[in-house]
Each structure stands twice: as structure tokens, then as C-alpha cells.
């Protein structure tokens, strides 16, 4: 499998404003405690941020805090991590180029765009390619599969120690129904900067946007879009469902979050260190799926009781068949991880 793998580079202007930037938000938000200055940064050997671009309460904003009260529980103090999160230290985007100059250590972030920096994490947007949670948990625990995956982002400055559970993610939309895969026909829809997502909204007729995720609502509101897509608790958390009163649960991805950190940071870690957070990171998924599905169902009360629209897609035949040139095009450069994805399916499943 040939893996595209995006190294760091010097400082381009630009690079050095954000950069500099990011720097200067991080350290006007450090609290007192993170500077060992009471609480429970007191006495710590290392300080680190983590970058989260979700609210407070969100699921993967909660598994980053548990994995952080993990650590600082285990280490006694010694190694601190405040996590930052609703967006303050940026959007995703320049957060992952801000992890990989060492800007900022840490973050949770989409495995949609890592895809930029180390392409085989571009796996998770091919489409339907799981058949459910379950499958896509096999595939992640495996130690020849997701564990392994994990590993293609060493070379890309990165150190990736586990997922988080991503949810499903199905369209939504302004104005039109989806039901089958030619409603999508036409139709403007925001997306994540990756390649092979960008082909999937292509191979249904419509149009691939890349957006920040901030500008999604505004766009949605205006018109600019007639669409995006994402699981149900971004959908609601970002009240995108005010503007956009259309859901249809197609659960067409299942695009992994992953938290990383700065390889140097890793590196200059003692063994005994790195080993104590990467099992915390370890310890926090469980923690951070149980949210995750309270979240789901909690969410889903909340856009039924708000009038949204909801369709359920029971047949996901047509919509594999429509993106089939999808698989096709991306296949050989994904086949080990492919083959390893379809070895985990059930018996039962076509």
C-alpha cells in the first residue's frame, strides 16, 4: 500500500502568524493551575494542552478530560493536561498543523483531515464500509487493523494512542427530503477537507464543499449550502437542525476520532511515562463510548421533540451500488486495511 504522508515544513509566513497565534491564545487561556500555580498543576514536571474543538459536555470533549484525570491521578501530579475546549485554540484544521510543529501537544481530532498529513487514515471516508458499530469496534481493537493504522501517522510527526467513537454520520439538509440516493443529486453539501469524501458526494451528484465547521450554520442559513452531513449530537449540539430541519440516518461513514500527540513531545517522554498515558488513553474509551451512546439517544429525543424530519434508510444497497466508483478508485490503495475491515464481518452480513 503506497501511504501519502505530509512532513513537517519550515515556517511559512503564514504558518509562523498561526503558529504565533495559537501560542498566544494558549497561554492568555492557561489557567493559574496549569502553570503550577495552585490546583492541580502544582508540582507537575509537564503541562501539556489538549485541543478539542467540541463544546464542554460533548462526548469526545468528556473522554478527553477522562483520559486527562487519568493521567494526573496515575502520575501523582507529576504530568499535567488541560484540556481546551468549545474551538479555543482554533479550528481543527490548523489545530492538527499546530500539533505537528509542536505548537500546541495534543488533540482529538477527525480522522477526515489527519488524511491530509498521513493518507491512509483517509480509510474512514470510504462509504459503508462498516456495518455497524460493533464492526467498526472489531476493526479498531484489532492489533493487525486500527492499532496498526495508528501507527501511520508516526512518520507524519504525530503519536496517535487511541479512538473515540465517531458516531454514524447521514445528511442533512435545508429543504429537501433524502430518501434515496438520487435526492442527493444537485445539492450543495459541506464536508470535511479530505479527497475521498469529496468523491463521495461527487459520485451522488452533488457538490463537495470544504468547510470549517464554525461557518456551517451561517452557510446553511443562507443558503450558500443545502447541506452537510454528521452524526446526531454534532448536528444538534451545533443547532445546525434550526436551519437545516432534515435528517436522514443513511449512516454512510463512521469517521474515527482519534486523539494524538506531538511525536517530539512523545519522544522526549520517558518509557515509564509514555506507557502510563498511553494506558490512560486505553482506560478513557470505554468511558467515552458510554457517553457517546447517551448522547445519541438523548440527542435523537431532542431533534424528534423540535419537529425535525427524520428518515431512516433500512436498504443500504442502492447507496453502496451508487458509490461503488468510490471503493473503486480508492480500493488497492486501501486493500489491507480493506481486507482486514471485511474479515471482521459477521457471518450473517452480506
Known sequence: MTAQIRRPTAFS???ALKAGAAAAASLAAVPLAACGIGGSGTGAQHRFRLAET???NYPTTLGDKRF??????????RIDIQVYAGGRLGEESDIIEQVQLGVIEMTRVSSA?????AGPMGLFGLPFIFDDADHMWRFLDAEDGGRKLLGELDRAGFKGLCYFDPGARSFYTTDRVITTPEDVRGLKFRVQQAAVIM???SALGGSPTPMNYGEVYSSLQSGLLDGAE???????SASHYEVAPNFTLDEHMRVAEILIVNRSVWEDLPTEDQ??????????VPYQRK??????????QKLREAGVTITRVDDIAPWRSATKSVIDKYGEQYAEYLDRIAALRRSDRP
Do not use: C
Request: net charge negative; no cysteine; charged share 25%.
Open 13 to 15: 509566513r503564514r504558518t
Open 68 to 77: 486527562a484525570d487519568l493521567v494526573r491521578e496515575r502520575s501523582g501530579g
Open 291 to 300: 457517553k457517546w451512546n447517551e448522547q445519541v439517544d438523548a440527542d435523537m
Open 54 to 56: 467540541h463544546p464542554e
Open 113 to 117: 483531515p489527519m488524511a491530509e498529513f
Open 230 to 236: 454528521n452524526n446526531a449530537p454534532s448536528y444538534f
Open 275 to 284: 506507557n502510563l498515558l498511553q494506558q490512560a488513553a486505553f482506560d478513557a
Open 199 to 201: 468523491d463521495f458526494i
